[in-house]
């Protein structure tokens, strides 16, 4: 009962399709990069770095306090935008897919979870990940979540991966993320859900003159992970999300009449487990 009332103030679909899966919605709130805060608490507002156009801060005293671990990162980021720029022929290139892998960040994950179907194939997430293929239109006069078509979107081993691409790299780091997620998620950590994005562009989609690549990682608990699929055809569900350029809405405000805990369970409010995970970044 309390699961479902949590559920029902926390995604406000604009749109009828259905979830990916009947459990509750998976979904993570924008946290400044330095301190971890969350956008949701005390109003809150991040502004994007600059430089990168990937790190949000909470204020220039905190992105200040995080140059030196953000510093080689930034400066990547940066001139992997300047080349997608330059090769492309898109101002906007990079930042064009960080910013669709955002918008489309919790159907991709829900997508993911229901599409393993973990109730019935235990801990496939160890082994398989979510993979979607997207090509940019071009169309800068579109707006971000239709500036991509999905190409391909499928369910693939990580060994299957090339040892030369950016997502093995990323992969690799899959410790990590579990050691994350057993922070955040306590004893009811099940595991760690892996969704790949990669973006083509260029006039000609079967053979881009660019890719962009990401991995991301999302820790689950064991009530998500008996979750089960609502839909078979989880792939067509999720080109429809991009169709109609939706996404799962979710209230940004406390759950009434509990100060201390908000939708995301609250575990960010503890200063313990933020300190960990501020620990484990700096590894």
């Not at 160890?126 to 500036?147: E, N, S, V, W």
Request: hydrophobic letters at 40%; glycine letters at 6%.
């Amino acid at each position: 009962m309390a699961a479902a009332f949590v559920n029902s103030l926390t995604t406000s679909p604009s749109h009828d399709l259905p979830m990916f899966h009947d459990g509750l919605v998976h979904h993570t709130h924008q946290k400044c990069s330095g301190c971890l805060q969350m956008q949701r608490l005390h109003h809150t507002k991040l502004s994007l770095c600059s430089a990168c156009q990937i790190n949000s801060y909470c204020s220039r005293e905190c992105q200040k306090a995080h140059w030196k671990a953000h510093k080689a990162e930034c400066t990547a980021a940066k001139e992997r935008r300047l080349t997608f720029a330059k090769v492309t022929g898109i101002e906007s290139a990079f930042p064009d897919f960080s910013a669709w892998v955002k918008y489309y960040s919790v159907p991709l994950t829900n997508c993911a979870i229901a599409a393993m179907r973990l109730s019935d194939h235990p801990h496939a997430e160890r082994t398989l990940f979510l993979c979607a293929q997207i090509h940019h239109t071009g169309d800068l006069t579109l707006p971000i979540p239709k500036r991509f078509i999905v190409r391909a979107i499928g369910l693939r081993q990580f060994e299957e991966i090339s040892p030369l691409s950016a997502l093995h790299v990323a992969g690799k780091r899959y410790p990590e993320f579990i050691a994350r997620g057993k922070i955040e998620l306590g004893d009811s950590f099940y595991g760690c859900v892996r969704v790949a994005i990669m973006a083509g562009y260029g006039s000609n989609p079967e053979v881009p003159n660019m890719i962009a690549e990401e991995m991301k990682h999302i820790s689950i608990d064991k009530q998500l992970a008996r979750a089960r699929l609502v839909r078979e055809d989880w792939w067509m569900l999720f080109r429809e999300y991009v169709a109609l350029g939706a996404r799962v809405r979710f209230c940004c405000g406390r759950l009434p009449g509990a100060d201390d805990v908000c939708c995301c369970g609250g575990w960010i409010h503890d200063e313990e487990k933020r300190k960990a995970f501020l620990n484990l970044g700096n590894m």
